[in-house]
């Protein structure tokens, strides 16, 4: 008496066959904000396929990008639903970057995951605080960029075109270290004796994030 049927059928080409073979469907496609382009176009192949391992399958939608232009490595991304859109996954791709941004960002210059408490609670209580200081501060920085103009602060080997969190965190530092030294000496009746330019670069040096 025969078992039941086989659940998967002939293996599929993989990935890296599929990306050299010629014969291969590729469709342009502009996506925004990819690696920092406003708009980038790349070429994408998607289809569905079942993923097999022993004790799991697991149905997904594979789709191959490549670059156009040849500057950038091919990619591969996988995804579970089956029905989505590839240049919905790419999207999403790129919204998971900028989140991965944000904890890194958040990580390195507020503390966020390298909190001291014992407590599970206190954790649960500081992480939401840490966020919520991260989103109070680009909002205020935000709002004294476009009331000064403050520009990226960037280096000759590292060209910067949009401000980052060390940037924001600076002004905010600024703006609350300069209301608290300054509201106590009179404009009007203390001399200069420093040019403004040399106390507004020691500022900057002073307030920018090691």
């Known amino acids: 008496m025969r078992g039941r049927p086989p659940v998967k059928g002939a293996r599929l080409p993989s990935l890296s066959e599929r990306l050299r073979n010629p014969r291969t469907p590729w469709r342009r496609v502009a996506i925004d904000g990819w690696y920092g382009c406003p708009a980038g176009r790349l070429d994408i192949a998607s289809g569905t396929a079942l993923w097999h391992h022993p004790g799991m399958r697991v149905a997904i939608r594979w789709l191959l990008v490549r670059d156009p232009t040849g500057e950038k490595e091919p990619q591969a991304f996988l995804c579970t639903d089956q029905q989505a859109a590839p240049a919905d996954i790419l ?120």
């Open 91 to 210: 999207c999403w791709f790129v919204r998971r970057w900028r989140t991965e941004t944000t904890f890194e960002e958040a990580r390195r210059h507020l503390g966020i995951e390298t909190q001291g408490q014992w407590s599970d609670l206190a954790i649960l209580r500081t992480t939401p605080a840490l966020l919520g200081l991260f989103s109070l501060v680009a909002l205020w920085a935000s709002r004294l960029a476009a009331e000064h103009r403050a520009m990226a602060e960037c280096v000759r080997w590292y060209p910067k075109p949009l401000p980052t969190f060390s940037d924001a965190l600076a002004l905010i530092r600024r703006e609350l270290w300069t209301a608290q030294v300054f509201a106590i000496s009179p404009a009007a009746q203390t001399a200069r004796n420093v040019p403004a330019d040399l106390i507004d670069r020691l500022l900057l040096v002073a307030c920018r994030p090691p």
